[in-house]
């Protein structure tokens, strides 16, 4: 039955010129034959980093995000008597901020996806320290409300490229690790932000809570390629 398959085969190669002529192209053209091989072989992996240098690399920025809304809500009263606003209208300072965090998250994936996500995820951060450092000297309501518009818009750049960072980069069996720790950063951002919002406002007043985001997001430099 052996013998009788490859003759078979054998026949059915001689009597196709045109699987004859592919067999001896392949075979006459070491150049393609080298070209096939060279396109099996894999590429160049990217670059992989240990769980804890991933997290130390992006905890500044998970911790700015989270803890400025929980600041935000304790010192906007204070915000709304010393800029002689009513609180209905200081309620803007929150919520411009968050509608444009949202509305341009998917915009800001797509601009990781095309132009490297830790490009664009350091162009966020520089944004969102900048207009909070802004915010720190705004002389009104409406000023204060423009630059957490910005800041909106750098946070966003950030939160959505911060975690397909972790899963790109970090070594495949310690993505798991890295992906819990950099949600439990997000976790103790928010506990954090009332009480030391509350503490930062009675202490130092309401424009000190946007200063502690340029100490807290300057050590975050990213070193990715």
Known sequence: GVLRSDAHAAVE???????????????????????????????????????????????????????????????????????????????????????LSASTQVAAGRLGDRYSKPRVYRVGLLIFIGSSTSCAFAPSIEALIALRAVQGLGQSLMSSNSLAMVKFFTRPEQTSVAIGYSHSMIGLGMSLGPPLGGLLTSAFGWRSVFLINLPTGAPSNLWFP
């Open 13 to 99: 190669l001689t009597a196709s010129p045109l699987k004859a002529g592919a067999a001896e192209e392949l075979t006459a053209s070491p150049v393609k034959a080298g070209a096939a091989g060279a396109s099996a072989q894999p590429q160049a992996s990217t670059p992989r980093y240990s769980a804890a240098c991933m997290i130390l690399t992006l905890m500044p920025g998970s911790l700015l995000t989270t803890i400025d809304q929980g600041v935000m809500d304790v010192c906007l009263v204070t915000i709304a008597k010393e800029l002689a606003t009513p609180l209905h209208r200081a309620q803007w300072v929150v919520l411009v901020y968050l509608l």
